[in-house]
């Protein structure tokens, strides 16, 4: 995110209830910067898409005023939002070819015909689809219509791009793909991008900015790396990539750092992070990247015994679940280079990791993911 830009969107104080009782969407704040991507991520029922839906226009706010460039439009219709929108199901008119398509919206703002010819051909080849024209959605490819929707919401110059879940029916190779076809047309326009997915890896690729939701609530707004090096709550900690927990108690505080009792005995050095005071019940976060399998000889800040229960080999390095302190889903990675003789499933091992990789957050218990 570069600094010094203006917002182009934002939520002030927003709420919405469908049913006049329950807020799904629990006073949001948010700026969106010009030019930038951000992700709005979340487990189904979280809120991210009714707030997209909200921007568009397609549902009213209970509640607060939604900004586009400085202006109100609560009461604006959404053709009249100058707003490109991008769906899962990609929303293409069967009967049109894909110039036809790509025209559609040009027609509707009466651009002559020239001008509608060009931007059509600027933007097929801005989705490397340039001889595409004359052909119809159902002699495409999965890939190749999403990137007609991408270009359609394009071609009219929107001042925002709204995209819901656009990749998810595609298949793994073609979906990573598309994911950087976006990124980089992102950045080639310098259009503003929200994007909705529940899927972690897609926001972590894309985006300038990541908005975690759960429960109508933004837990955590950031950059793809603070969110996964400096998760601020439990909930955010396994939401966003791999993580080891560990139940404990707070035993001692010591400015940044506080002393935690496992549930099993093991005391456990880590950073205070959304804990306060002794006897908090907290929940250890650990990336398995940051744990070594450790010689005996090894000193540090947190010395742990594991039980080796599983290994996967993934070419790189080994994968290897342990039982640790009671957690029998522990794992760490191991280069496949390393440590290999002492890793045998049933040996104990010791594990070693610094106290600024490990983070003293709030429990599990009030975090929990929905289904």
Same mark, same amino acid.
């Given at each position: 995110?570069?600094?010094?830009?203006?917002?182009?969107?934002?939520?002030?104080?927003?709420?919405?209830?469908?049913?006049?009782?329950?807020?799904?969407?629990?006073?949001?704040?948010?700026?969106?910067? !010009?030019?930038?991507?951000?992700?709005?991520?979340?487990?189904?029922?979280?809120?991210?898409?009714?707030?997209?839906?909200?921007?568009?226009?397609?549902?009213? +706010?209970? @509640?607060?005023?939604?900004y586009?460039?400085?202006?109100?439009?609560?009461? =604006?219709?959404?053709?009249?939002?100058?707003?490109?929108?991008?769906?899962?199901? @990609?929303?293409?008119?069967?009967?049109?070819?894909?110039?036809?398509?790509?025209?559609?919206?040009?027609?509707?703002?009466?651009?002559?015909?020239?001008?509608?010819?060009?931007? &059509?051909?600027r933007v097929?080849?801005? &989705?490397?689809?340039?001889?595409?024209?004359?052909?119809?959605?159902?002699?495409?490819?999965?890939?190749? #219509?999403q990137? =007609?929707?991408?270009?359609?919401?394009?071609?009219?110059?929107?001042?925002?791009?709204?995209?819901?879940?656009?990749?998810?029916?595609?298949?793994?190779?073609? #979906?990573?793909?598309?994911?950087f076809?976006?990124?980089?047309?992102?950045?080639?326009l310098?259009?503003?991008?929200?994007?909705? %997915?529940?899927?972690?890896?897609?926001?972590?690729?894309?985006?300038?900015?990541?908005? &975690?939701?759960?429960?109508? =609530?933004?837990?955590?707004?950031?950059?793809?790396?603070?969110?996964y090096?400096?998760?601020?709550? +439990?909930?955010?900690?396994?939401?966003?990539?791999?993580?080891?927990?560990?139940?404990?108690?707070?035993?001692? =505080?010591d400015? +940044?750092?506080?002393?935690?009792?496992?549930?099993?005995?093991?005391?456990?050095?880590?950073?205070?992070?959304?804990?306060?005071?002794?006897?908090?019940?907290? %929940?250890?976060?650990?990336?398995?990247?940051?744990?070594?399998?450790?010689?005996?000889?090894?000193?540090?800040?947190?010395?742990?015994?594991? #039980?080796?229960e599983?290994?996967? @080999?993934?070419?790189?390095?080994?994968?290897?679940?342990?039982?640790? +302190?009671?957690?029998?889903?522990?794992?760490?990675?191991?280069?496949?280079?390393?440590? #290999?003789?002492?890793?045998?499933?049933?040996?104990?091992v010791?594990?070693?990791?610094?106290?600024?990789?490990?983070?003293?957050?709030? !429990?599990?218990?009030? %975090?929990?993911?929905?289904?």
């Amino acid at each position: 995110m570069v600094k010094n830009r203006q917002s182009i969107v934002k939520f002030d104080h927003v709420q919405k209830s469908y049913d006049g009782k329950t807020l799904v969407i629990k006073d949001l704040n948010l700026s969106i910067e !010009t030019g930038e991507f951000l992700t709005m991520l979340g487990p189904s029922g979280s809120g991210k898409t009714t707030c997209l839906m909200m921007l568009a226009g397609f549902e009213p +706010a209970t @509640y607060g005023e939604i900004y586009l460039n400085n202006q109100p439009i609560n009461r =604006v219709a959404p053709h009249r939002r100058g707003i490109g929108m991008v769906f899962q199901n @990609y929303a293409l008119f069967p009967h049109m070819t894909v110039a036809e398509n790509l025209a559609f919206p040009l027609r509707v703002r009466k651009l002559s015909n020239s001008e509608t010819e060009a931007r &059509v051909e600027r933007v097929l080849d801005m &989705v490397q689809l340039s001889g595409f024209g004359s052909r119809r959605p159902a002699q495409l490819s999965g890939g190749q #219509r999403q990137r =007609v929707a991408v270009a359609r919401a394009l071609v009219f110059e929107p001042v925002l791009v709204l995209m819901d879940e656009p990749l998810g029916a595609l298949d793994k190779n073609l #979906r990573e793909e598309m994911q950087f076809e976006i990124k980089r047309i992102h950045e080639d326009l310098g259009v503003t991008v929200v994007y909705v %997915t529940h899927d972690q890896s897609e926001a972590l690729t894309m985006s300038n900015r990541i908005a &975690v939701f759960n429960d109508g =609530v933004i837990q955590q707004l950031a950059t793809p790396d603070v969110l996964y090096e400096q998760p601020e709550n +439990a909930f955010v900690a396994r939401f966003i990539g791999e993580n080891n927990c560990l139940e404990g108690q707070v035993e001692s =505080v010591d400015g +940044a750092y506080c002393q935690v009792r496992l549930e099993t005995g093991e005391s456990i050095r880590a950073l205070k992070v959304k804990v306060d005071s002794e006897g908090e019940p907290t %929940t250890l976060s650990l990336r398995p990247e940051r744990v070594t399998v450790a010689p005996a000889e090894t000193t540090g800040d947190n010395l742990v015994s594991g #039980r080796v229960e599983e290994l996967i @080999y993934l070419g790189d390095h080994i994968r290897v679940r342990l039982t640790v +302190a009671g957690n029998r889903e522990f794992v760490v990675k191991v280069s496949n280079t390393q440590h #290999r003789t002492s890793l045998s499933k049933g040996n104990q091992v010791q594990l070693a990791w610094a106290a600024d990789d490990c983070r003293a957050l709030d !429990t599990l218990q009030d %975090t929990s993911i929905p289904a």
